[in-house]
């Protein structure tokens, strides 16, 4: 029996003795962890503490205790603790030199956020399916993805925003994050499954709960998490998300098998096809159970990016109407140079949009740090800075972010900050594009585990939006402020009960 199948069976038991003993060893185990969890490593890194209780400031006050360290250690390695212990950031300056760093000795850090054995309950290195499909297969299909992302924003958005005559409030981000796991769905999965009300009921609650999980049981030391897993109720959410994902997915699978044995098969397009690709163990094709957990994280991922996003764009939009209809004025006339139709190339010219859209990431990006990275053998920077064997590092991304000496003003929202930057100067010209990487913006990660999807995720906000803008206005309801940003560790996501006023254009 394993542990896990150990403690769920004892505490599920609830007898006197079992509760005693229970309680003992957890408090037992606590004083031990919490006391290993707190020691500082002895590697000869300088150690930035933020000022106050540091701890509950990593928790809820994140994005600022990242910018006073930043501030006083931009151009060096320091180390700082977080939630997983103490991390190591990373200075800008370094990034170029190990955004290409082998698997094999500087892997993405990112399933160790996630603690993934507790979410997903497959082999770790079968949850890469996922990423090597992506890679490999995503922007390769992109303008077919394009003309389903374009057909689900034509189809969807008026029933997830209704006619609507007089100011009506509406909560933005469920709408938003209903509207795109049912378009991410078609684009990336298909099967019919963008139709299936239980699947997109899945899909939307499963991206906030694995964010959720991940970071209350990050609260724990990793000896308390074993008993610590069955008293958070995302978890469990997430746990039978698993189970009824691969239910629903057992009959695509068996249909898959059946079809492609016809003379006159022909592969269709869809995540899931990418995946059996890839497999390199046979048994993993047709998987139901490892397919529903790929599918489910394929979708959380950039369900969750994607919706915050747009949600943080008509919160701003609401905030700020002037550049309502400045990026309207902006759709119109690419609109009409496209024929009336959009395409992937008039998309790309939307380059007021697309400034108002990196502006809103940068003031409230998903994340607070991004480039986690974990060292499985030392390694030596070319100026002798060693990170350490078996240290976690990132980029304090919402530190540059705000950087003065990066933006001026960078807490005033300039929706055309990045447009005016690409026309600073010729060579600006591809610089400062939404899906652009560099040293100074790092939203999307860099270099091998930068987002792959970036490109896709681009097309589909500024396919919504442009859509939003042409048939409704959006105002913030009377006496009320921008619905506030909810900090958790290093999560920031949009109000999910912020409420705006919105009614069809007159």
Request: proline content about 6%; hydrophobic content about 35%.
């Amino acid at each position: 029996m394993s542990l896990q199948a150990f403690l769920q069976e004892l505490l599920s038991s609830r007898t006197p003795l079992q509760l005693i003993f229970i309680a003992s060893t957890f408090t037992t185990v606590a004083y031990l962890a919490l006391r290993s969890f707190t020691k500082r490593p002895n590697d000869g890194i300088p150690l930035y503490t933020p000022q106050g209780d540091y701890k509950k400031r990593w928790s809820y006050d994140n994005p600022h205790a990242l910018q006073e360290a930043y501030g006083r250690n931009r151009n060096s390695l320091f180390k700082i603790w977080t939630s997983q212990g103490y991390q190591l950031a990373l200075p800008a300056r370094y990034l170029d030199e190990l955004k290409m760093q082998p698997d094999t000795k500087f892997p993405s850090a990112l399933q160790n956020f996630f603690i993934g054995p507790y979410l997903w309950p497959v082999e770790k290195w079968k949850l890469d399916y996922v990423h090597k499909g992506l890679h490999k297969d995503l922007n390769k299909h992109l303008p077919s993805m394009f003309l389903d992302a374009k057909d689900g924003a034509n189809e969807l958005i008026p029933v997830e925003f209704p006619e609507c005559k007089e100011w009506t409030p509406i909560k933005v981000h469920p709408t938003v994050l209903k509207l795109v796991s049912k378009i991410n769905t078609k684009l990336l999965i298909g099967n019919g499954l963008e139709k299936n009300k239980e699947w997109i009921d899945i899909s939307a609650s499963y991206t906030k709960n694995i964010f959720l999980s991940s970071a209350k049981l990050r609260v724990f030391h990793p000896l308390l998490r074993p008993v610590a897993q069955f008293f958070i109720a995302e978890l469990r959410d997430v746990w039978r998300c698993n189970s009824r994902a691969k239910e629903l997915l057992a009959p695509i699978l068996a249909e898959k098998q059946l079809k492609e044995r016809g003379q006159d098969y022909k592969k269709p397009v869809d995540s899931i096809e990418w995946i059996r690709d890839d497999a390199s163990d046979p048994k993993d094709k047709n998987d139901p159970h490892l397919h529903a957990i790929l599918q489910l994280i394929l979708g959380a991922l950039s369900v969750n990016t994607t919706s915050q996003l747009i949600t943080n764009c008509i919160y701003n939009l609401a905030t700020y109407p002037e550049y309502a209809s400045l990026l309207r004025d902006e759709s119109k006339e690419m609109l009409t140079q496209a024929g009336g139709e959009w395409t992937m190339d008039s998309m790309g010219k939307l380059e007021k949009t697309d400034s108002f859209i990196k502006e809103t990431l940068r003031h409230a990006g998903h994340l607070t740090l991004t480039f986690q990275r974990q060292a499985k053998k030392t390694i030596t920077l070319k100026d002798g800075t060693q990170i350490p064997e078996g240290a976690t590092v990132f980029f304090p991304t919402v530190a540059a972010n705000f950087d003065a000496d990066l933006y001026p003003n960078p807490e005033t929202f300039d929706g055309l900050r990045f447009y005016k930057l690409r026309h600073a100067s010729p060579e600006n010209e591809k610089k400062f594009q939404l899906t652009s990487i560099s040293a100074e913006q790092m939203q999307f990660g860099m270099g091998r585990h930068a987002c792959p999807g970036r490109a896709i995720a681009s097309h589909q906000v500024k396919l919504i939006l442009a859509h939003l803008l042409e048939k409704y206005d959006f105002r913030l309801k009377d006496g009320e402020g921008r619905p506030k940003t909810v900090l958790f560790q290093t999560n920031q996501f949009p109000d999910p009960q912020g409420e705006i006023l919105f009614r069809n254009r007159r």
